[in-house]
């Protein structure tokens, strides 16, 4: 079945039409009191026919003109305009509009349960497909964009783990990259209704609540980790230092089991999570 694309229309001056509405009653009514019934009538007919045949648009607003359920063509005209009387006007609106995606819950790649909500602006594009390709195109949006925004959370982890290949996207790290691939799935969905994708962004993103408390221990976990094997590196770094610097100086001479013990007591102290009470040697007292 071939889809029906829309066909411009060009509508007539609708001050035209009214005037020349105006004219044939005018012109028939003279008639009429003159005796000639029957033009007179019938230009007063057609007067009456011309005015049915006027309506208006406002800007970023279309009709869609059909004759027996035939599709005629639309008409982007702005203010009066006036078209065949027996053409029937569906008023249809080309303006943006929004469509709030409220919050859904959906596993993401990884099976985990994640609240996602989403905001998409929206226009009808083509008008024919709009009215005649689906059978309602506002709840085909609103269904389209719920079925796109599941499928789209499934694609992805919510955050970054050990089980994702390097440098893979994810929910909440490719904010970007993910509200891309979400605008072109839409345009894709919605092409069958006439209607594109201005703009599509996540609006509320988050672990189901049920999972939300292990999650955030599991973040702070990884975050600890990450902190600790940082400060232990740079604790190494500074035992090095210290070591090729007593060494090249020659402050002092130590054994391997000197340094050993010194290697110990530095990293205690640099890499302890609380205040370190330090020993002083003074000595051995003999009596």
């Known amino acids: 079945m071939n889809k029906r694309h829309e066909t411009a229309l060009s509508s007539m001056n609708g001050y035209l039409g009214a005037g020349a509405g105006l004219l044939a009653i005018g012109v028939g009514a003279m008639l009429l009191r003159g005796g000639a019934v029957l033009p007179g009538v019938l230009l007063v007919v057609l007067g009456i026919l011309a005015f049915s045949g006027l309506y208006m648009l406002q800007p970023n607003e279309t009709a869609v003109l059909t004759l027996f359920g035939r599709y005629v063509g639309t008409d982007r005209s702005e203010g009066l305009r006036w078209a ?30 994640v609240e996602i909500a989403a905001a998409v602006v929206w226009r009808v594009r083509d008008t024919a497909q709009a009215m005649f390709e689906v059978d309602s195109f506002e709840r085909y949006v609103s269904v389209q964009a719920e079925a ?61 609540p049920e999972i939300a408390q292990v999650m955030l221990r599991r973040q702070q976990a990884q975050a600890i980790i990450s902190a600790r094997a940082q400060i232990v590196r740079g604790a ?39 205040e370190t009470q330090p020993i002083v040697n003074a000595g051995t007292l003999y009596n």
């Open 84 to 113: 065949f009387p027996l053409y029937r006007k569906h008023r249809l609106s080309v303006r943006a509009r929004n469509l709030n995606i409220q919050t859904i819950k959906v596993n993401d790649k990884r099976g985990n349960p």
């Open 148 to 208: 796109a925004l599941r499928h789209l959370a499934a694609q992805y982890a919510y955050d970054e783990g050990e089980d994702l290949a390097p440098g893979e996207l994810t929910l909440r790290g490719g904010a970007a990259e993910v509200t891309a691939a979400l605008r072109s799935e839409l345009t894709d969905r919605f092409e069958a209704a006439g209607v594109e994708t201005v703009d599509a962004k996540l609006t509320h993103l988050a672990y189901a």
């Open 236 to 274: 190494v770094g500074m035992v090095e230092e210290a070591l090729k610097g007593l060494a090249e100086r020659e402050i002092v001479e130590l054994d391997a089991e000197r340094k050993a013990s010194m290697v110990s007591n530095l990293l205690v102290v640099l890499c302890s999570d609380r």
